[in-house]
């Protein structure tokens, strides 16, 4: 239900901006989030954004380079990834949580909360 794209191949300081794409009809009642995981290392959060899109969250070391928007008309969730570091490297994971109208400004920051995952989609940042 959840479809991950835009990933590539990019030099340091380049840019990219990933899509989720969700297969449901009130998308507006899911809040999202972007994991990654690298080789051989543990799935971190990258960022978050409540249904209602009102609410963002980035963890520190993507903070002032990554953007998360969405766009509910197109069922679509963006992460635009800005001066990207050999550290971002990763494969990039969406995820989606089905939440109720009391909750559409909060984010949720841990994996344990997100019922839906997407594919990965493969982010390399090397010179």
């Not at 794209?5 to 507006?28: E, H, I, N, W």
């Not at 960022?47 to 069922?75: E, H, L, M, W």
């Not at 009391?102 to 997407?118: I, L, M, N, P, Q």
Request: a neutral charge.
């Amino acid at each position: 239900q959840l479809q991950a794209s835009g990933g590539g191949s990019v030099q340091p300081g380049g840019s990219l901006r990933l899509s989720c794409a969700a297969s449901v009809l009130d998308f507006d009642s899911y809040a999202v989030g972007w994991f990654r995981q690298a080789p051989g290392k543990e799935r971190e959060g990258v960022s978050y954004i409540s249904s209602s899109g009102s609410s963002t969250y980035y963890v520190d070391s993507v903070k002032g380079r990554f953007t998360i928007s969405r766009d509910n008309a197109k069922n679509t969730v963006y992460l635009q990834m800005g001066s990207l570091k050999p550290e971002d490297t990763a494969f990039y994971y969406c995820s989606a949580k089905r939440i109720t109208s009391a909750y559409s400004e909060r984010v949720y920051r841990h994996d344990y909360y997100y019922d839906y995952w997407g594919q990965g989609t493969e982010v390399t940042v090397s010179s």
